[in-house]
Nanobody, 123 residues
């Protein structure tokens, strides 16, 4: 079992930045991928970014490339998402997720989920 707790969401103006954190506990030593997803009101939950826990390989959704950076601190078991140049279209609940598979990006390949943190970008 892996427990995930997100933090760092909030209200920010368009063009601003936020850094989300996800604290992982439990069986985090197993090889896995960690990822960020988001869900806007009335929309499906969508992939944002992923990183392999051991090697640091990354993948991003097109909407995140060039603006968001995913990283992890393996010693502290913390996952991050640095979000820059935010727009109102980035408004959503952001979820941290963990998978036992290598660098996956599809929702159904992730086994564990956090409770989510709200990000609201005002225009």
């Amino acid at each position: 079992q892996v427990q995930l707790v997100e933090s760092g969401g909030g209200l920010v103006q368009a063009g601003g930045s936020l850094r989300l954190s996800c604290a992982a506990s439990g069986r985090t030593s197993a090889p896995m991928t960690m990822g960020w997803f988001r869900q806007a009101p009335g929309k499906e939950r969508e992939f944002v970014a992923a990183i392999t826990w051991s090697g640091g390989s990354t993948d991003y959704a097109d909407s995140a490339k060039g603006r968001f950076t995913i990283s992890r601190d393996s010693a502290k078991n913390v996952l991050y998402l640095q979000m820059n140049s935010l727009t109102p279209e980035d408004t959503a609940i952001y979820y941290c997720a963990a998978s036992r598979l290598w660098l996956v990006t599809t929702r159904n390949r992730f086994d564990y989920w956090g409770q989510g943190t709200q990000v609201t970008v005002s225009s």
